[in-house]
């Protein structure tokens, strides 16, 4: 929705204008795809595709949501934030309200737009980006400063704790602790972080949706888990390591007789995707985008291969990108099973990628990807009107 749009359905919604424009962004992770509750580091960054908050003060002990494609208004009493858990909208933002006002930030009633570019249901990270793009207008709003690790915190614990949406860290912290250009090697479970220069030169990043319905993700994701926590034990009987990713890919080879089956597989996997995030990292650090391609490649085939999560849908959409001229590299990003790719494409090349990727994936699978050509972006922006 264009500023002009939004700014007129927010003063039909709510009778005066809007005063501020609040953003957090969606997020891609990189490389490193299901390692961070092995141990090891996620290198997400944040996207131009955003959850634009455009906010006003109303004077009342009522905070009121609403949305660009859901204009029903929904109100949060301030002084009951804990009780709209069962909300089917709204309850992110009640979270995050409730987990503001706990920290001790004196909630200011407050009406808010939310129209977001960050398409649902897609494993960018729209949940995150609504939420750290309230905790930043509701706190801004109370005079509370908080930095933005406290912020991605306060969001992924109204995830957790009050949506009752299982989730790392890894999203909230991509959206409000993104920089322009760069990506963030994370350790999830330290929140130590790095900043590692995202210049992609002549290239750019397009993410696909395969658009595949999601069904038992949950209960597949789980299974893995359960695999690498067995993997871990029968390791730990002659490795003093507290997590896979600890093992370099020697120390794995040396202890891989213990495992067997679809387990060494899952094992394998986390340790050679957790030296490809080093790899990566060192490819960028010397502009080596060929290499970083190359890597992506290597990252999609252990996630086939190896942990068996990517599904048809996925391997149809990295492998025809993978065929394209202009496309140095592609992989899955998220839990898998559906979901989204990510291309490393030549921006002179990216209108001809999408038209060939779309028609193909279209005749082998029988509906349509979505694509977004993106840039690397700050992931908190705050902005008067």
Same mark, same amino acid.
């Given at each position: 929705?264009?500023?002009?749009?939004?700014?007129?359905?927010?003063?039909?919604?709510?009778?005066?204008?809007?005063?501020?424009?609040?953003?957090?962004?969606?997020?891609?992770?990189?490389?490193?795809?299901?390692?961070?509750?092995?141990?090891?580091?996620?290198?997400?960054?944040?996207?131009?595709?955003?959850?634009?908050?455009?906010?006003?003060?109303?004077?009342?002990?009522?905070?009121?949501?609403?949305?660009?494609?859901?204009?029903?208004?929904v109100e949060l009493d301030i002084d009951k934030i804990?009780?709209?858990?069962?909300?089917?909208?709204?309850?992110?933002?009640?979270?995050?309200?409730y987990f503001l006002q706990e920290s001790g930030t004196p909630l200011v009633g407050c009406d808010l737009l939310y129209d977001c570019t960050v398409p649902f249901g897609s494993g960018l990270s729209s949940s995150a980006a609504i939420e750290v793009s309230t905790a930043v207008a509701l706190s801004e709003y109370a005079g509370v400063k908080y930095d933005k690790v406290q912020l991605a915190l306060i969001s992924q614990r109204a995830e957790n704790k009050y949506a009752g949406v299982n989730c790392g860290i890894m999203d909230q912290f991509a959206s409000a602790m993104g920089k322009k250009d760069?990506?963030?090697? @994370? #350790?999830?479970?330290?929140?130590?972080?790095?900043?590692?220069?995202?210049? =992609? +030169?002549?290239?750019? *990043?397009?993410?696909?949706n395969c658009n595949k319905p999601h069904n038992l993700v949950e209960s597949k994701y789980n299974v893995r888990r359960h695999e690498v926590e067995v993997a871990l034990k029968k390791i730990q009987e002659v490795k003093k390591i507290n997590a896979l990713a600890e093992l370099s890919v020697e120390d794995f080879n040396e202890v891989k007789y213990l495992l067997s089956g679809v387990v060494a597989k899952r094992a394998e996997h986390v340790v050679t995707?957790?030296?490809?995030?080093?790899?990566?990292?060192?490819?960028?650090?010397?502009?080596?985008?060929?290499?970083?391609?190359?890597?992506l490649n290597e990252s999609h085939y252990s996630l086939r291969d190896l942990y068996e999560v990517?599904?048809?849908? @996925? #391997?149809?959409?990295?492998?025809?990108?993978?065929?394209?001229?202009?496309? =140095? +590299?592609?992989?899955? *990003?998220?839990?898998?099973?559906?979901?989204?790719t990510i291309?490393?494409?030549?921006?002179?090349?990216?209108?001809?990628?999408?038209?060939?990727?779309?028609?193909?994936?279209?005749?082998?699978?029988?509906?349509?990807?979505?694509?977004?050509?993106?840039s690397i972006e700050d992931g908190i922006t705050v902005s008067k009107l």
């Open positions: 929705m264009e500023r002009n749009e939004a700014i007129g359905l927010f003063e039909s919604l709510y009778r005066a204008a809007p005063q501020d424009l609040f953003t957090a962004a969606g997020r891609i992770n990189v490389i490193g795809e299901h390692v961070d509750y092995c141990g090891g580091k996620v290198f997400p960054a944040a996207l131009n595709l955003r959850c634009n908050v455009y906010a006003r003060k109303n004077g009342e002990n009522v905070i009121r949501v609403a949305a660009s494609d859901f204009k029903q208004v804990g009780e709209y858990k069962s909300l089917k909208w709204g309850n992110y933002q009640a979270g995050v309200a760069h990506a963030i090697l @994370l #350790d999830c479970a330290t929140l130590d972080y790095e900043y590692v220069p995202l210049r =992609l +030169g002549d290239y750019c *990043i397009v993410v696909a995707e957790c030296a490809r995030v080093t790899e990566a990292v060192d490819a960028l650090k010397r502009g080596d985008i060929a290499e970083l391609g190359r890597l990517t599904g048809k849908e @996925l #391997d149809m959409l990295s492998a025809l990108a993978r065929k394209e001229a202009g496309c =140095l +590299g592609s992989r899955m *990003i998220g839990a898998g099973f559906g979901g989204c291309s490393i494409v030549k921006k002179s090349a990216v209108e001809g990628f999408i038209r060939h990727v779309d028609k193909a994936y279209f005749d082998a699978i029988g509906y349509r990807a979505s694509f977004y050509e993106t």
